[in-house]
């Protein structure tokens, strides 16, 4: 059974930084690329960043920055500079390299609240 448990989600005031985790069980971890989304009412779904299996990251904004342990199966994403557009639910992804179609996961996300 396939499971990615996010956390480290809440409450900071614009400025702040947090760091969101997510723990991923049930697959092989090190043939996944792992991103991070993050989805706000009534709009679409959106990468925020995400890091393939030859460890290449991308990200949308350079104040988010993703990392991936293959050792321990997590992947992180470090939030600096928060600001309130960035108020989101953020989902953990995991989609295979070679079949990205077939084996995509998502965890149940965690709530990420900028206001003062």
């Known amino acids: 059974q396939v499971q990615l448990v996010e956390s480290g989600g809440g409450l900071v005031q614009p400025g702040g930084s947090l760091r969101l985790s997510c723990a991923a069980s049930?697959?092989?971890?090190?043939?996944?690329?792992m991103g991070w989304y993050r989805e706000v009412p009534g709009e679409q779904r959106e990468l925020v960043a995400q890091?393939?299996?030859?460890d290449t990251p991308s990200s949308m904004w350079g104040r988010f920055t993703i990392s991936r342990d293959n050792a321990k199966n997590t992947v992180d994403l470090q939030m600096n500079n928060l600001k309130p557009e960035d108020t989101a639910v953020y989902y953990c992804?995991?989609?295979?390299?070679?079949?990205?179609?077939?084996?995509?996961?998502w965890g149940q996300g965690t709530q990420v609240t900028v206001s003062s």
């Open positions: 992804n995991a989609k295979h390299s070679l079949w990205p179609t077939r084996y995509n996961f």
């Open positions: 049930g697959i092989a971890f090190n043939q996944y690329t």
């Open positions: 890091k393939t299996i030859s």
